[in-house]
């Protein structure tokens, strides 16, 4: 491949046919004048991080910690709820969350 007389400077033709396309030149149009180049090195390098699944990884510890410990409180929060009335709006029940979260810790 020829190397460029300008590395930096590239010229690209939307197609406004494409709603994908549509949506890019509006996110574009924007952007102040000298940060459309800033955008699309953003966009380019989040993209590609993607493709090679770079992004830090969830700790699904910490995520079943916390589901647990909603959990926990909401069943605190109902028990104390029931002892003073029975609400006419009624939460969801408790083993339908449990068992999700059993579902998702698989």
Known sequence: MKLKKDRGRFTVRFD???PDHVRAV?????QRDRGKAQY?????????K??????????RALIEQ??????????MG????LQKEESPISS???DLIASALADFRG
């Open 16 to 18: 406004m046919e494409n």
């Open 26 to 30: 509006e996110y574009l149009e924007r």
């Open 40 to 48: 699309l090195t953003d966009a380019i390098l989040c993209y590609e």
């Open 50 to 59: 993607a493709e090679t699944k770079s992004f830090p990884q969830t700790d």
């Open 66 to 75: 916390i589901v647990q410990e909603y959990l926990e409180k909401q069943s």
């Open 78 to 81: 109902r028990t104390r709820d």
């Open 92 to 94: 969801p029940p408790i």
